[in-house]
């Protein structure tokens, strides 16, 4: 065991061998294969596990919205069309009404974004409550938003706004302060996320590179400029910030905590993803028409490394680290 | 909870929502979702579980061997074709080099039957080792064979011979009598089973409908006559018994376990498939040409319920039970 091998290591080292040209492999939103000219399947897979990626009293409906939603964020990555899904189930029991619960969460997000569950495997397990969800989606295979197509001098922008989800889930941890009228209006970033279905498929043909926060805006970001070879500055000014947690920006010690949310809190589901300076303003009409939230936060630029200016115009030194599953904290 | 619901009804109760036209949807090998004209996508998935699925001492070459094994297993029984895979892998820690073996273990398989690993997820398991896998294949929409497709009259075939996987599984659980020259002789067909990806293929031209013994024999062709609106006849003295259980058939008191064994025993991936008996020669030569045992073993009758004739012609009283992951033994 090597505690400091991290899972994006880990997968870099023994799975990723070749795959057959047309095929994208691990390593973007989705993995892509060709199945007529032109077109593509894009199809993402998740595992979830109790104690680790949700909490055992976690309502049932929200966590059976969140385990499609988050995989429906990853087709919006990739402008993808949802087609369907496929969902694994391991219980401890059968508690009917957990089931129902969970189903009626799950089919909120399936019957809303058309992707209808095709089938699965069902089995009990030993320990906790654990998922596995995949979902394909079609796409035009000019189109796709990949992750290694940022080009230095396209813009940055994020859909939505930042924060919330990590705010709420640290109070729910006990890793915060808890605050009850905060939780309250935190909650629903952290619990039932809005995969940004729509967006990703307009904006398939304006952006370049896409993808969707769910470990950290500066991860995330990494993912695309490492990708891409490029490198980025990022303006801490211009983050859009949940509205929630608008007081934190004034209040007496928040402001790390508040940095740290939107500079590294993931479970977020928001689409950061880049665009020639070109398409600004038909990117601006796409947000309007669709009354999604889109602001640009940066910019990609040939020299590596990743810099974020903060609120008085100096680079930040000591950037806040990114959610790994498996690095220790 | 209620202890009597099997996972077959709790799938049926809450999670059997229709799905849209030229579409297929839980209750078959693979699901289906039509991605260009006469062009369909098979796709199914697997949830596996330390301690339920797998022992933890098993070999992680054999476990990733027969984790992509036994989906592979699902494409052969809808005559398809593999595009590729997802692999989603929950470790409690990370040792390497049994990341290592797993990986060569299911590279075996994804090479072998052209599926390669397009993606996946990776996670820090609290209990365990979870895998999820999921596999893609391409089939001609009129070519399929659907669970639901055995009409009257039919031959049903199965492909391989049978028992030896469920003898080996009992004696490592200590179920039954340990016999090391027995286990020798079965445990790969338990640990390593080949998907029948070929035959499937070949038979979607001549067979109606299949399925892939992974629950046990009768277990599965009910599945099959259940979605027909049929019934069958087997004869147990023409399934083909595995080389290595010969002896139990005339050991002193060795009859029983090696009923349970043939029409009961799951974890076998061989093919159970039904086709008119206009097909029955083209099919003794598609199984010489593939250099796969293919046997008839009973009909598909109009009238409903399934009864196999014993070795003196009875009709079996007393059926072994299925396995049923949710039922309480």
Redesign the interface.
């Known amino acids: 065991?090597?505690?400091a091998?991290s899972?994006f290591d880990?997968?870099a080292?023994?799975?990723k061998?070749?795959?057959?040209g047309g095929?994208?492999?691990?390593?973007?939103d989705?993995?892509?294969?060709t199945?007529?000219p032109g077109?593509q399947?894009a199809?993402?897979?998740?595992?979830l596990?109790?104690?680790?990626?949700f909490f055992s009293d976690v309502d049932p409906f929200t966590l059976g919205h969140k385990t499609l939603a988050v995989n429906l964020s990853d087709l919006a990555a990739m402008g993808a069309t949802p087609?369907?899904c496929?969902?694994?189930?391991?219980l401890p029991?059968?508690?009917?009404s957990w089931?129902?619960r969970?189903?009626e969460g799950f089919?909120t997000q399936?019957e809303a974004f058309n992707c209808?569950?095709?089938?699965?495997?069902?089995?009990?397990?030993?320990?906790?409550i654990?998922l596995?969800v995949?979902v394909?989606g079609?796409v035009n295979s000019s189109l796709t938003m990949r992750r290694n197509a940022a080009q230095a001098g396209d813009e940055i922008w994020v859909s939505g706004e930042l924060g919330a989800a990590d705010i709420a889930c640290r109070m729910i941890a006990g890793q915060a302060p808890m605050d009850a009228a905060l939780l309250k209006a935190t909650r629903a970033a952290l619990e039932t996320p809005t995969p940004r279905i729509a967006l990703g498929q307009a904006l398939a043909a304006h952006a370049h590179a896409a993808i969707d926060i769910s470990d950290g805006l500066l991860q995330d970001l990494s993912h695309v400029l490492h990708a891409s070879g490029c490198g980025a500055t990022l303006d801490e000014a211009a983050i859009p910030v949940h509205p929630a947690l608008q007081p934190l920006l004034t209040a007496p010690g928040a402001q790390a905590r508040l940095r740290q949310a939107i500079l590294a809190g993931g479970d977020l589901y928001e689409l950061c993803f880049t665009a020639p300076v070109t398409a600004h303003a038909a990117i601006r009409v796409l947000g309007a028409q669709l009354n999604i939230p889109v602001t640009p936060i940066g910019m990609v630029t040939q020299a590596p490394g990743l810099v974020v200016y903060d609120r008085s115009g100096h680079a930040i030194a000591d950037l806040p680290a990114c959610f790994d599953?498996?690095r220790t904290k």
Chains 1, 2 share one sequence.
Request: overall charge negative.
């Open positions: 065991m090597n505690a091998l899972e880990l997968i080292r023994y799975f061998r070749a795959v057959p095929m994208v492999g691990g390593g973007d989705c993995a892509l294969f199945v007529a077109m399947v199809t993402s897979t998740d595992l596990l109790e104690g680790r990626h087609v369907g496929l969902l694994g189930l391991g029991t059968i508690d009917e089931v129902a969970f189903a089919y399936a209808p569950l095709l089938g699965g495997d069902t089995t009990r397990s030993l320990h906790g654990t596995s995949t394909f079609t599953h498996f």
